[in-house]
């Protein structure tokens, strides 16, 4: 059963630039899709980026394109999120999920999360 840990999350100004980890312990953690999702205050937790297993094709919240880069290291089990000219409102508790298939997850199939990290963004 995979377990995910965060990590990599803290406090930032304006412009400034982040990179949080996740790390699983799958055996098999290439067989997963994963994702960075994110939730603030009084909202639902958001989709912010998803990358395949195999073929690591990837997929972003427009919100972020352009500044979030998502990536993953299958040998070490490691998936990342370097986060760029981050803004006010990336201020989240970003989490980490899996989903055991090849394919583009729906949120349903994220089966297994972290216990998420925090970004603050400041002016």
């Known amino acids: 059963q995979m377990q995910l840990e965060e990590s990599g999350g803290g406090l930032v100004q304006v412009g400034g630039s982040l990179r949080l980890s996740c790390a699983g312990s799958?055996?098999?953690?290439?067989?997963?899709?994963m994702g960075w999702f994110r939730r603030s205050p009084g909202k639902e937790r958001e989709f912010v980026a998803e990358i395949l297993g195999d073929n690591h094709i990837q997929q972003y919240a427009e919100s972020v394109r352009g500044r979030f880069t998502i990536s993953r290291d299958n040998a070490k089990k490691i998936l990342y999120l370097q986060m760029d000219d981050l803004k006010p409102e990336d201020t989240a508790v970003y989490y980490c999920g899996a989903a055991e298939t090849l394919n583009r997850a729906t949120l349903m199939e994220f089966g297994y999360w972290g216990q998420g990290t925090q970004v603050t963004v400041s002016e």
């Open positions: 799958e055996r098999i953690f290439r067989s997963y899709a």
